[in-house]
C-alpha cells in the first residue's frame, strides 16, 4: 500500500499542535520582510500520528532481524543507551552554558576521552568529529599541519589500499593531497613490495584499515608501519573495523599515529537510518597538540573533597574547530554508557564473539560460496555472489532474493577487488539460531540460483516494493513533493 | 552483556571451525601486544550504569532549572511529545543507510518530505538529506562554490556578522589549500548593515559571497543588493539561515540566494550540549549536480508502484572515490527525521504561531531590558528576530556571574568573539519563555546593576 | 559490440576521427556499454581552449558509475557538441555520430600514430 506524502494528506485549516497566545504587548512585524505565503502541511496530530507509525512499518531494521552488513557493525542498539540520554540534566543543556553549569557533561566527555585513549592505546582524543568520514578528514588535516609545521611542504602523497573504503581517498583529495592507489597481494595484505617503491619524500602518510575490508588482519602490520615510519610518513588508522579488535589489540600500540573511531558501529550508537553518527580522533603523543579546538580537560585538580574542576584546553597548534560546539554529546553519552556497561573484561567478549561468529558462518558457508581469500578471517569475510555454473546471477540477485527470506542483504559490490562481492559481518549480537537460519537461507538461494534463477532475478517478491528502477530516479528527477 | 552465546554454543561453534578455543581467532595479532589489560572500571549491569548516569546528569545545571536567554546559534524550543516517540520506533532509529530501497520506503519517503519541507521553508528549488551541522553546511557551501566555477574563481567573503564557529569550520577545512582566500570577515569591514563595505571587496574572483538570516546578532536585513553586486560579478550566494524565523520572514530563496543553509537544530531537536544536531542544505536547481550528501528521488518499481530511492549516487565518495567533492556518508538521518516531524505536527498555524511568539517576546524583553538604566539596545534601528543586543554599564562576565544567584544564564557574552562588542550581551527570547520569565530577567538585572 | 574500423582509439575508451587536421572525438561503444544507463555529461573544456593530451574532457555520470574521459590528443579545442549536454542518453545510443563530444585542432598529428587501431583496441577490451 503506497503511503501519501504528508502534503497529500494536508487539508486546509487542520491544527496539529497548539501554543498558547502571546502574553506580551504586541508589535508588528516588518513589512518588509513578512512572508506571504507558508506552504507547510495542515494535518490533525492523530493523522501525522498515523502517517509516520505507518512509514515506520516499511522499514527493515536491527530490532526486527539480522543485518550482516559487512563494515558497518550493525549490532543490536541497548535501550539504556536511548534513555540515559534522554535525561533532561543532558538534553536540556546549552552547549554555551557556562563551565560550572555542566561539570556532568565535561566530566562525562573528559572520562569517555580517556577510556577511547586506553581502549585504542593513544595519548590525545577529540570527541568533536560528527561521523567517521568527518575524523578522516580531522586525520588528515593532522597528518598536514604536522608535516607544514616541520617544514616538509613536498610531501603531497597519500597511500590507499585498493580495497579502501571510498570516504578515505575522497577526504584525501577533499584535503589537497595526491591520492596513490596501494594493490593488496594474493593473500589480502597490503603488497609491501609496492608499498617500499612508493615510499619517498613526497610521501605524507598511509591510511589503512585492519582489519580491512575483506575482514582479514594484516600479515605484515608492524613492517607496514615501520616502513612508513622511516620513510617520514604517519600511519592513519580507519577504526571502522574495530569491532574484531576491542580488548584484544591497541592500534596504538602497533604504531597507529591517528586512528578514527566509530561510535555508531562499534560503539553500538544507533545507525537512525543515516546518522547521526560520531568519529572520535585518537592520535600518537607527537600529533597531540594538532588535535581540534576544543578538547575537554581537568583545569583544576581534585582533592579529596572537591572533584576536578573540568573545562576546556586548546591544543597548541590545533587543526582548529571541525565542527559547532562539542560534537555529538547525545551520542557520546550512549557510547559513554556502553563502555561503562562492559567495562575492564566485557570489552575483549564483544571482538572475541563476533570473530567467532564470522568464522562459523565462514566455515557454513565457504563451500557454497566462493572465498577469494581463504585465510581466517576476524568479524567479516567477503565471498563472491556468482557461480559458473548459474550463468547470469550475480552478487546483486543474491542479495535480494535474501530480502525474501527476511534478511537484510549483506554489503554488496564493495570491496571493489573482489567481483560481486558479498561482504559479511554477523557482530557478536547474533545468536547460534540466527546465525543457522541465515546459512540455511543463502543455502537454498544457492541452489535456487541452478534450479530456478528467475526466483533470484524478480526478487524480492514480498517486500512493500520491488525492485526500484533507479536510472529513472537519475533521469526523471523528482527531488521534492510538487510546489505548493 | 548482550552476546547471547551459551558455553554450548561456542562448543558447536568451535567445532564447526576446527579450533579448539576462542583465543585461537586471533593467532594473526602479534603476541606482544595481544589481549592488553585495559585501565577501565569494572563493567555494571543496566540497574547499577542508569545510577551513575543519573548522578553524572544530576551534576548539571539545565534549562529546567535555569532560566536561560542563551542562543548564539542553538535554542531552547519546545518539542511535542510525539516527536521522541515516534523518532524512539525501532524501525526508524535502529534501520540503517537505506541502501535497499525496497525494505527501506519508510526512511527513504521520510527523507524525500524532509527535502520537500525544506524547499518549502526556504524558497529553494532541492535540498539534500542533511549534513552535520550549520557550521559544516557552510564549509560545503564554499566547496560547492569552488567546485561549481571549475576552481578557476577563488576569493569566498563572509560576513563579518555570521556565526564565528560557522566562519571557524571554514577556515578549518580550507586550511590545506594554496589558493582559497576567506576574507570580508575583518573588523574593519565591520558589522555595518548596508553590507556596502563586504559588496564593495566583491570582483571577477569572488567565487561566493555568505551571509547570515537572521543574522548571529538577530538581524534582519536586506540582501537583495548585495545578491545583485554577487551575481553581476558572476559570484554565487550562500545564505545561512535560522529555520524558525522562516514562519514569519521571507525566506532567502524570494530574494535571490543560490545556497540557502542552516543550523536545523530549533526543529524538534533538544539542546543536547551541542549535538547531535542537523546541518539544512538547499540549492537552486543550476547548482543540483554540485549538491553534495544524499538526495532521495521518486521513481516506481517493477510492479508500477510508486517508491522512492537514493538517487544521483554518482556524486558521491562511494562511487568517485578520489573524484568526490565531498566526503560525506553517515549524515543526520534521524535528525531530519525528527524535523520532519516536529514540522507535521506543527503544521503551518503552530509553526508561524511558534516563530510569531520567539518575535512578540524578544521584542518586548528588548524594550523592557533598554529601557534600564544605564542600558540600550544595539543596533536598534535595524529590525530584528529572536534574538538582540544589549550594551551593559557592567562587564557582560560580573553580569553573568551575578544572575546565576537568581538561577539565569542572561545570555552570550559577545566581547569573547568580537571585541567592539565588549560590553555586549546576546540575548535569545524563545516561545518557552513567559511574560513573567522576562519580567523576572528584567527586575534581576535592575536589582545587580545598581547595587 | 563495435568497433569502426577507420577510428584510432585510447586505452581510456575514447575514439578519435581525423579530417583535415581537426580530430573529432568520442566515448566507444564498449565504455557506453560499461556505463550502463548514462544520465548526465559535463564538459570540462570549452571552445577556444587550448588543451594537452591527458587532460579531462569531461564527466559522464551513470545511474550507478562515474567516469572521467580524457583527451587523447592536444591542440586546441574548436567546438564542443551541446547536446550531448543536454540529453546524455545519446551516448549510449549513438557514440560514434550524435554523441560526438569535441572537436580540436590538432597540435601535433604525430599523437594520433600512437593511438590504438581498431582490431589493436578489441583485442585489448574485448580479448
Known sequence: MTEPTIFELSSAGRQGVRFPASDVPEVALPSAFRRKELPLPELAENETVRHFTRLSQKNYAIDLGFYPLGSCTMKYNPKINEAVSRLPGFALTHPLQPEDTVQGNLYLMYTLQEWLKEIGGFAGVSLQPAAGAHGELTGVLIIQKYHAHRGDTQRTRILIPDSAHGTNPATSAMSGFEVVPLPSDARGNVDLEALKGLCDERLAGLMLTNPNTLGLFDENVSKVIEIVHAAGGLVYGDGANLNALLGVLRPGDLGFDIMHLNLHKTFSTPHGGGGPGSGPVGVCQRLVDYLPDPVVAIIEPGTDEMPPLYGYAHPARSIGRVKSYNGHFGILVRAYTYIAMHGKNGLADIAEKAVLNANYLLAKLKDSYHLPYDRRCMHEFVVEGQWADAPGIRAIDIAKRLIDYNFHPPTNYFPLIVHEALMIEPTETESLETLDAFVDAMLKIAAEARENPQLLHEAPHNSPVGRCDEVRAAKQLILRAPKA | MFTPHTPKDVEVMLNTIGIGKVEDLFAEIPEKYRFPELKLPPSLTEMEVAEELESIANANGSTKSLLSFLGAGAYDHYIPAAVDMLLQRGEFYTAYTPYQPEISQGTLQAIFEYQSLVCELTGMDVANASHYDGATAAAEAVILAYHHLKGKRTKFLISRAVNPQYREVVRTYTQGSQDIIIQGDDPETGLDASMDKLIAQIDSNTALVMVQYPDFFGRVIDYKPLIAAAHSAGALVAVAVNPTALGVLTPPGEMGADIVFGEGQPLGIPLSFGGPYLGIFAVTNDLLRKISGRLVGETVDNAGRLAYVLTLTAREQHIRREKASSNICTNQGLMALASTIYLSLLGKQGFEAVSNLCYQKAHYAASQISSIQGYSQVFSDQPFFHEFVIR???????????????????????????????????????????????????????????? | MNFPEELKYSQTDEWVRVENGIATIGISDYAQDALGDIVYFEFSVEAGEQVKAGDQLGQVDSAKASSEVNLPVSGVVTEVNESVSDDAEILNQDPYGKAWLVKIQLADPAEVEKLLSASAYQAYRVG
Open chain 2, 392 to 451: 551593559s554599564p557592567q562587564p557582560i562576565d560580573h553580569l553573568l556571574d551575578d544572575l546565576r544567584a537568581y538561577d539565569i544564564l542572561g545570555g552570550y557574552n559577545l566581547g569573547q568573539d568580537y571585541p567592539e562588542l565588549e560590553g555586549c550581551l546576546l540575548i535569545a527570547v524563545t516561545e518557552k519563555i513567559s511574560k513573567e520569565d522576562i519580567d523576572l530577567f528584567h527586575d534581576a538585572l535592575v536589582e545587580v546593576t545598581h547595587d
